[in-house]
């Protein structure tokens, strides 16, 4: 019983479309490109770009540790602190208080925050589970596995934990290393930096008391500070409210803001996501016994989670969109110069190792 019980989602948002297509909420900046010329497409690929201006490097990741890894380069490396700093910068300025979270989860945290497999087949799952020794087994420790995002070590912080009603609203925003398998999803529409195992992001994460108004304010303030760091970077992007065959085990509701990607115009029309926003009402706080006191009575807290930065997809957008093909450099967002020793552009030059 108990296991048909957690194989059941999340009830669903009556804001969620019904069926396969998300609904378009807004855009945010304008359309860079009216009437793409075909002609730039490989000139416009995050992975051209990177490989002309000495950026990124594939081929070495590759012989290191295999597909789907990479090694940012210079001003890349350079950029990827750049997008964390301001990101966590207006997190904190937002009011959410900064955390730096541990990697390495028990699998059963990660499984309460709704991050497991779909059906047990090593090719659907997404979790990197740590070999676990004989003794530790035989002691009856719990398994490890690498976090997928904060989310779910922001998740674990307070489970079988009861909070005081004075503490909620909580908000957190943490930056750390993301791990995935992306098992099955390897193509050369992924090919890159969009889709990769392992990742720099800056998350947000909290809990309020189960109050249908409290969370959605708190989930339109997370959304609203996910619009402005894209649009301040220069970004064309659409947000949508994310249909229910799209939803994850644990949310109810679900925005995602997609951008402009120019090397993907054969793709769903150029536009990839960068961040997603979930309300997951109880669903977690249940799972993981967090619990607060609210008017003398023990009741689960609502849990909110969104992606203020998920670095290597922004890096990309970056790269793409602020190409100029007649000098062959990328103009650096006005917003990340400070982290950027003041430099305007990103030009070619003779990258000699020492």
Same mark, same amino acid.
């Given at each position: ?6 194989? @059941? ?12 297509? !998300? ?19 490989? +000139?416009?690929?995050?992975?051209? @770009?990177?490989?002309?201006?000495g950026l990124l490097d594939f081929t070495g990741a590759a012989r290191a540790s295999g597909w789907g890894w ?11 602190? &750049?997008?964390?700093?301001? *990101?966590?910068?207006? =997190? =904190? ?18 499984? =309460?925050?709704?991050?497991? !497999? ?12 740590? *070999? ?28 079988? $934990? ?44 909290? +809990? $309020? $008391? ?33 249909? &229910? ?6 949310? *109810? ?17 150029? +536009? ?24 003398g009575k023990v009741v689960y807290p609502w849990t909110i989670n969104g992606t203020a930065m998920a670095v290597p997809r922004v890096l990309a =957008? ?13 103009? @650096? !967002? ?21």
């Amino acid at each position: 019983m108990e296991a048909l019980a957690l194989a @059941i989602p999340n009830l669903t948002s009556d804001e969620t479309p019904r069926g396969p297509e !998300p609904r378009v909420l807004s855009y945010i900046n304008d359309h860079p490109e009216p009437e793409p010329a075909l002609s730039d497409r490989v +000139w416009r690929s995050h992975v051209h @770009i990177g490989a002309e201006l000495g950026l990124l490097d594939f081929t070495g990741a590759a012989r290191a540790s295999g597909w789907g890894w990479y090694y940012l380069l210079d001003e890349a490396a350079q950029l990827e602190q &750049a997008l964390v700093q301001y *990101a966590l910068t207006a =997190a =904190a300025r937002a009011g959410w208080r900064q955390v730096s979270p541990p990697s390495m989860v028990y699998g059963h945290i990660a499984a =309460a925050c709704g991050f497991q !497999p779909r059906d047990g087949d090593a090719e659907t799952t997404q979790i990197y589970s740590i *070999a676990q020794d004989a003794e530790d087994a035989s002691r009856g420790r719990p398994s490890l596995v690498l976090a997928g995002t904060a989310e779910i070590p922001l998740a674990g912080m307070y489970a079988d $934990t009861i909070l005081d009603e004075t503490a909620l609203p909580r908000k957190r925003a943490a930056v750390s290393r993301c791990y995935r398998a992306e098992a099955g999803n390897r193509g050369a529409e992924n090919k890159g930096l969009y889709r990769v195992h392992e990742f720099t992001k800056v998350e947000l994460f909290a +809990w $309020t $008391t189960p109050d249908p108004d409290e969370a959605q304010e708190i989930f339109d303030e997370l959304v609203d500070l996910q619009t402005e760091l894209l649009g301040s970077l220069g970004l064309h992007c659409r947000v949508l409210e994310m249909p &229910a065959g799209d939803l994850g085990a644990s949310a *109810a509701r679900k925005c995602d803001i997609e951008a402009f990607f120019p090397s993907r115009r054969d793709r769903n029309d150029g +536009w990839g996501e960068v961040t997603s926003a979930s309300i997951c009402t109880d669903y977690q706080t249940r799972r993981l016994a967090t619990r607060a006191r609210i008017g003398g009575k023990v009741v689960y807290p609502w849990t909110i989670n969104g992606t203020a930065m998920a670095v290597p997809r922004v890096l990309a =957008a970056i790269l793409e969109n602020g190409w100029d093909e007649n000098d062959k450099s990328v103009t @650096i !967002p006005p917003v990340l110069r400070p982290w950027m020793d003041g430099k305007e552009k990103i030009g070619p030059r003779q990258h000699v190792d020492e």
